[in-house]
């Protein structure tokens, strides 16, 4: 029975390696994203997921509508908001750990 365990050793190794490594940071850096949309609001500067930016001028529970330009207003889904911008134009990161 004890060799038995033993063989199961290096792969439960592994699985642990792997969640550490890769399963908690990807956690960890979802959560921190699903916060940051829920604290976007109207005025905020934001960055989407094809790389286009702009500032919130409506918030829904489904969509954001963001001004890429002077009266061009587009919807964007919420998760292709993938960054806030402070005013210089670098992106927020919240550090709460």
């Not at 921190?32 to 529970?61: F, N, P, R, Y």
């Amino acid at each position: 029975m004890n060799e038995q365990v033993l063989s199961f050793l290096p792969m439960i190794l592994v699985l642990g390696v792997f969640y550490f490594l890769i399963m908690r940071p990807q956690q960890k850096k979802f959560k921190a994203h699903q916060q940051m949309l829920t604290e976007l609001k109207k005025g905020d500067k934001v960055v989407t997921g094809s790389g286009m930016v702009g500032k919130i001028t409506k918030v829904s529970d489904r969509f954001f509508t963001v001004e890429i330009a002077p009266n061009v207003n587009v919807e964007f889904e919420r998760q292709a908001i993938t960054a806030r911008l402070d005013a210089t134009g670098a992106a927020v990161e919240d550090k709460k750990d």
